[in-house]
C-alpha cells in the first residue's frame, strides 16, 4: 500500500503562488498515474489535476490555467504549482492515484492546508 506525504500548503494572498509536493513510498512510482484532490470545509473531495505515468494532464475548469502538475519519478514525488490563487481555492489538498470511480489508495496522507486570503 502506498504511503502519501503532502507539503508546501500555507497561508497566501490572493494572486499569490505555492507549489505542493507529495512524496509516495511503498509502490512503483512510475507506472501509477497521479492526481491532486482539494476538500474545501463542508465540500466533498475534488480532483482538480492528474497526470499520466507518462506525462500527459488534465485539470478541472477552475483551476485551468493556474494550476500545474508535474512529477518527478527518480524522487516518487509528485508536485502542483499554483499561480494566481483565489480565495475559493482554499482547501485541505491531497495527492493520490485517481481510478475509474475513485482514488487507488483506500489510505490517504493527511493533507496540506491551502488558505487564500487577505
Known amino acids: 500500500q502506498a504511503q502519501l506525504v503532502e507539503s508546501g500548503g500555507g497561508l497566501v494572498q490572493p494572486g499569490g503562488s505555492l507549489r505542493l509536493s507529495c512524496g509516495v513510498s511503498?509502490?512503483?512510482?512510475?507506472?501509477?498515474?497521479m492526481g491532486w484532490y482539494r476538500q474545501a470545509p463542508g465540500k466533498q473531495r475534488e480532483l482538480v489535476a492528474t497526470?499520466?505515468?507518462?506525462?500527459?494532464?488534465t485539470y478541472a475548469d477552475s483551476v485551468k490555467g493556474r494550476f500545474t502538475i508535474s512529477r518527478d519519478n527518480a524522487k516518487n514525488t509528485v508536485y502542483l504549482q499554483m499561480d494566481s490563487l483565489k480565495p475559493e481555492d482554499t482547501a485541505v489538498y491531497y495527492c493520490?492515484?485517481?481510478?475509474?470511480?475513485?482514488?487507488?489508495?483506500?489510505?490517504w496522507g493527511q493533507g496540506t492546508q491551502v488558505t487564500v486570503s487577505s
Open positions: 511503498g509502490i512503483i512510482f512510475s507506472i501509477y498515474n
Open positions: 493520490n492515484a485517481p481510478g475509474s470511480r475513485a482514488a487507488i489508495f483506500t489510505s
Open positions: 497526470i499520466t505515468n507518462r506525462g500527459s494532464t
